[in-house]
Every structure is written in structure tokens, then in C-alpha cells.
Nanobody, 121 residues
Framework: QVQLVESGGGLVQAGASLSLSCVASGRTISGYGMAWFRQYPGKEREFVAAIGWSGPKTYYSDSVKGRFTISRDNANNTVFLLMENLNAEDTAVYYC??????????????WGQGTQVTVSP
């Protein structure tokens, strides 16, 4: 069983940047895909970004492409999400996930507890 702990959320103004971190314990993240999802109140979680186990392959939702960057540090069992030029539509709870990434399709396995990101207009 792997535990994921997100951090870095908070309240920022539109146009600002924020960096989220997710530290895994209980198992190495090496060899596994990692991803970020977000959830609006009353809505299902939606995919934001994913990264392959070795790093170079990354995937983004259309709504964040060009503004968000996912990266990973396997040595420290950590995945990051750099969010730039934030807008009010980015306000959500952001969840880290470890899973598998196959031919551009991400299959989520374990979830973190989430971190709130709030962007004021």
C-alpha cells in the first residue's frame, strides 16, 4: 500500500503561480505513472496531468496545457505540479495519484487526500 501526501495548495490571485508537491511513502514511485486530478464541488474528479515512470512522457488536459507542468523526482519519491497563470476556473481540490500509464491512457490506483487551490479573480 502506498500513501500519498499533497502540499502546496492555498489562496492566490488570478495570474499567479503555485507549485504543488506530492510525497509518496510505503512504496517507491519508480516504475509507476503519476498524475494529478482535480475536483470541483459536486463534480467528479477530472484528469489534469500525468507523467510516465521515467519522466519524459507527459500528458495534460486541454484546459491546463501550456500553463501547468508536471515533473517527478524518483529519488525523493515526489511528484510536482507547477501551475502558472492561474485563473478562477482552476479553483478546486487537487489530488495526487499513482497508477499506470499505457499508450497515453492513465489508470489511477492510489489517491492522496487532496489539497485545496483557490484562485481569486
Amino acid at each position: 500500500q502506498v500513501q500519498l501526501v499533497e502540499s502546496g495548495g492555498g489562496l492566490v490571485q488570478a495570474g499567479a503561480s503555485l507549485s504543488l508537491s506530492c510525497v509518496a511513502s510505503g512504496r517507491t514511485i519508480s516504475g509507476y505513472g503519476m498524475a494529478w486530478f482535480r475536483q470541483y464541488p459536486g463534480k467528479e474528479r477530472e484528469f489534469v496531468a500525468a507523467i510516465g515512470w521515467s519522466g519524459p512522457k507527459t500528458y495534460y488536459s486541454d484546459s491546463v496545457k501550456g500553463r501547468f507542468t508536471i515533473s517527478r523526482d524518483n529519488a525523493n519519491n515526489t511528484v510536482f505540479l507547477l501551475m502558472e497563470n492561474l485563473n478562477a476556473e482552476d479553483t478546486a481540490v487537487y489530488y495526487c495519484n499513482t497508477g499506470s500509464l499505457n499508450s497515453g491512457i492513465y489508470y489511477p490506483h492510489f489517491w492522496g487526500q487532496g489539497t485545496q487551490v483557490t484562485v481569486s479573480p
